[in-house]
T-cell receptor, first 112, second 116 residues
Framework: AQSVTQLGSHVSVSEGALVLLRCNYS??????LFWYVQYPNQGLQLLLK??????LVKGINGFEAEFKKSETSFHLTKPSAHMSDAAEYFC??????????FGAGTTVTVRA | DAGVIQSPRHEVTEMGQEVTLRCKPI?????LFWYRQTMMRGLELLIY????????DSGMPEDRFSAKMPNASFSTLKIQPSEPRDSAVYFC??????????????FGPGTRLTVL
């Protein structure tokens, strides 16, 4: 079975500061890894994904994540936060590519 | 494309009533997923279909929950009878296996269910 743990249920950053959201996964086979974003009262939207190949993946809105097998991590970063980044972020893992297991989510607030 | 469409967006009902949530996936997608989101349990996969056939319903909480997909463009999630603990946001998502080895899931806006 696969699972993810998101460290920190809430992160507060200043506008222009680095955004770092932590995700560790557990999987018995090479996983597919995803980050989704959810804005208030909306569904989830895919930010980026890791399947195979390059371990540093770039997504939408300036976000990127690095797959580190040795650390079983897939942390999400953005160099400079914008007010529009305020949302809830979910890390997810899949071993089949079909069935996703989501983390508990991290809420990001951005201070002006 | 219109994206995944869910209806209703909000539903308020009384305990014991039947509730039916509806989903129209993106045209051409062959996978459909139903999720439930609550503060306590986060996002849970309830059931998913491939080519209208239920593949995994292990997340369906109990027999009061049922899901159907009569055709490629429509699915329902039914709760009968409903209970206050069913209050949650229910999401439908769809994906296509046509072009890659994994499925990027596209989510609908969700149905917020309140059971009084």
């Amino acid at each position: 079975a696969q699972s993810v743990t998101q460290l920190g249920s809430h992160v507060s950053v200043s506008e222009g500061a680095l955004v770092l959201l932590r995700c560790n996964y557990s999987s018995s086979v090479p996983p597919y890894l995803f980050w989704y974003v959810q804005y208030p009262n909306q569904g989830l939207q895919l930010l980026l994904k890791y399947t195979t190949g390059a371990t540093l993946v770039k997504g939408i809105n300036g976000f990127e994540a690095e797959f580190k097998k040795s650390e079983t991590s897939f942390h999400l970063t953005k160099p400079s936060a914008h007010m529009s980044d305020a949302a809830e972020y979910f890390c997810a893992v899949s071993v089949t590519g079909y069935k996703l297991s989501f983390g508990a989510g991290t809420t990001v607030t951005v201070r002006a | 494309d219109a994206g995944v469409i869910q209806s209703p967006r909000h539903e308020v009902t009384e305990m014991g009533q039947e509730v039916t949530l509806r989903c129209k996936p993106i045209s051409g997608h062959d996978y459909l997923f139903w999720y439930r989101q609550t503060m306590m349990r986060g996002l849970e996969l309830l059931i998913y279909f491939n080519n209208n056939v239920p593949i995994d319903d292990s997340g369906m909480p109990e027999d009061r929950f049922s899901a159907k997909m009569p055709n490629a463009s429509f699915s329902t999630l039914k709760i009968q009878p409903s209970e206050p603990r069913d209050s949650a946001v229910y999401f439908c998502a769809s994906s296509s296996s046509a072009h890659s080895s994994y499925n990027e899931q596209f989510f609908g806006p969700g149905t917020r269910l309140t059971v009084l």
